[in-house]
């Protein structure tokens, strides 16, 4: 026990905390009532960001090791998890602001100019943490993401821009992964042959389908034509090359392929845990997302297709980001290249063991 008894309000520094509001409209001689509501929210958005840097610098702590012990997987799915628990309460907060109306915004609005979101540098090293790269953002103004900073802040991102990210180090876990070739078993030449299977199958339904005209089956087997492309790149690096060329990929090759093997075999003991990081990976991205376009709508509603407070083309600008802005995509296109389970190849038997628990009470 200390010998000065803890005393809660100073514990949670709570007389800088709760005196931390300062209405701008305040110091001009004239409170503006939902000023203070303003402040507050976005105050609070400030510090679960820093909770959420907090979380992710412990992610990337422990992915950056040379290998991941099984035992720090558990921590980093609950880390992550609590991520999105949190970006649950960002969202909810949207819903707290829009109590104020655009005329009460209307206000106090003027005196919050040059100041703006885009001045978020926690926000911006969240970003940057995660693994959003410089080429999906959008230039501000016609001017780079750090134009609005400071010189403290502007360093700080610039820095976690060139520091390890959490979309790469699980890239580079990705690659690791084993079982994708173990032996006499060669994973992708099976899959490949399924894949075959599956979409010769349905080709053949198309062709024997009484109730279509010769039009539209020519028009559905041009279907399965772009379809079997696509699943093509997969099993061929050079095709899978020209995806990443082209935008539609980003993982390399061999992580795309471990992600979708963890994803088809998900049931399997050692992949339960793996499949859950991937799950709440792109949990954290359609968040952030959703969270994005709940700002852009509210944005809208607030000011309409006024410019923002710090210059941007307001709500369009944030549509536009929101749909640039993801991190995490190669894992929403592991779908497309799914097949059923009846159709998955079976695995050995002694890789099937090899991914077993090995206490069974």
């Not at 053949?204 to 039009?215: A, G, H, R, S, Y």
């Not at 997302?289 to 710090?310: D, E, F, K, N, S």
């Amino acid at each position: 026990m200390n010998e000065d008894p803890l005393y809660y309000p100073a514990y949670l520094h709570l007389d800088e905390l709760l005196g931390a509001q300062g209405l701008e409209s305040a110091k001009r001689g004239a409170p503006v009532h939902d000023e203070m509501l303003f402040i507050i929210v976005h105050q609070a958005y400030e510090l679960w960001f820093k909770q959420i840097i907090w979380e992710i610098d412990s992610i990337i702590e422990l992915f950056s090791q040379e290998r991941v012990p099984e035992q720090d997987m558990g921590t980093a799915v609950a880390r992550l998890r609590r991520i999105n628990e949190i970006q649950d309460l960002l969202i909810a907060q949207v819903g707290v602001l829009e109590t104020m109306t655009p005329l009460d915004f209307l206000d106090f609005r003027d005196y919050l100019f040059p100041a703006s979101g885009f001045q978020s540098a926690q926000f911006r090293l969240v970003e940057n943490k995660l693994g959003l790269r410089e080429r999906d953002r959008l230039k501000l103004a016609g001017a780079d993401y750090t134009a609005r900073f400071d010189t403290e802040d502007r360093e700080a991102v610039l820095e976690s821009s060139s520091q390890p990210s959490l979309f790469g180090l699980l890239e580079r876990w990705l690659e690791r992964t084993p079982f994708l070739d173990q032996g006499g078993f060669d994973f992708w030449e099976a899959y490949q042959k399924a894949v075959h299977t599956r979409i010769q199958d349905d080709r053949n339904v198309v062709e024997q389908n009484p109730n279509l005209t010769d039009d539209e089956k020519e028009s559905q087997l041009k279907d399965f034509q772009l379809v079997l492309k696509q699943y093509e790149a997969i099993f061929d690096p050079d095709k899978y090359v020209l995806e990443q060329s082209a935008g539609r990929l980003r993982l390399s090759h061999r992580a795309f392929q471990a992600a979708l093997f963890i994803t088809l075999y998900r049931d399997q003991p050692a992949l339960q845990e793996p499949f859950r990081l991937l799950e709440l990976l792109m949990d954290i991205d359609e968040s952030f997302t959703a969270w994005r376009y709940r700002h852009a709508q509210m944005a809208l509603r607030m000011i309409g297709r006024r410019i923002g407070t710090g210059g941007s083309a307001g709500a369009k600008y944030l549509e536009k980001s929101a749909e640039r802005s993801r991190v995490f995509s190669d894992l929403f296109s592991l779908s497309t290249f799914l097949v059923p389970r009846a159709d998955r190849p079976e695995l050995p038997p002694e890789i099937v063991e090899s991914m077993r628990f090995r206490y069974e009470g």
